[in-house]
């Protein structure tokens, strides 16, 4: 079954409005891929203004939304709130909201319910610390904090699994084709015998940490690769590279 190549580019916490004109501007001059996805992860208060200056063949993401759809929740977005402004994605359970929001499995399962039960796309993170990978850990985290989703996700079509080994975000340490490709391979044998061998095939798991035009070509060739979640270098002209990483 052929998976169409996703990019999405994780903004973080950076940018302002001349900023995001400046990337936005860039990512329609192009030229993309047209046999790639492309999904820009943009911080929320911009969400609205980078929908505005991008094509619509490129797809808006929030960073992170709630669990229900309104209420008593200062501070939080609802996926109802990030589809009226817009968004037809979110990225949920990065290592980011994990580690410094102490966002739990349950927690990131359950907003990933409720996004695709209200109609957004799911990019759904998970990845291994590098303490996990030094004591023989990556499968039984990567599996565990994907049977948290599979719990919860009856129908995968709208999820993109993005696999990011911690110790590869903002360090600037990429993992090796090799490596990724072994863990991309795993999740898949694991789809195959948790799921179901089509979900298995059909599922999209991006690769990211620290991706770079420099490395992508490579990570790009591997078969369980299906696209990558681009940090700092989606901030870049060099997104448009990656983005075409198997032209
Ligand atoms: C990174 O590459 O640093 C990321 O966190 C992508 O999400």
């Not at 936005?24 to 820009?40: S, Y």
Request: charged residues 20%; neutral net charge; proline residues 4%.
């Amino acid at each position: 079954m052929s998976r169409k190549f996703c990019v999405g580019g994780n903004w973080k916490m950076n940018g302002n409005k001349a900023e995001i004109a400046e990337i936005c501007k860039g990512l329609t001059a192009g030229p993309l891929d047209p046999n790639t996805e492309v999904v820009v992860g943009c911080p929320a208060p911009y969400l609205s203004y980078a929908r505005g200056l991008l094509p619509a063949s490129v797809g808006v993401a929030g960073q992170n939304c709630f669990k229900v759809a309104k209420g008593a929740y200062t501070g939080e977005i609802s996926p109802a709130m990030l589809k009226d402004i817009g968004a037809d994605w979110v990225i949920i359970g990065h290592s980011e909201r994990r580690q410094i929001f102490n966002e739990s499995d349950e927690l990131i399962a359950d907003k990933t319910a409720h996004a695709l039960a209200e109609g957004l796309k799911v990019i759904a993170c998970i990845g291994e610390t590098l303490q996990e990978r030094e004591s023989g850990q990556t499968e039984a985290v990567v599996f565990r904090q994907t049977k948290a989703l599979a719990n919860v996700i009856k129908d995968w079509t709208n999820v993109v699994v993005a696999y990011e080994p911690v110790w590869a975000i903002g360090t600037g340490k990429t993992a090796t084709p090799q490596q990724a490709q072994e863990v991309h391979a795993a999740l898949r044998k694991w789809f195959t015998e948790n799921v179901s061998a089509d979900v298995a095939a059909s599922v999209r798991i991006q690769y990211g940490g620290s991706v770079t035009a420099a490395n992508c070509r490579e990570l790009a060739s591997q078969p369980d690769i299906d696209g990558f979640l681009v940090g700092g270098a989606s901030l870049k002209p060099e997104f448009i590279q990656i983005v075409n990483a198997r032209q």
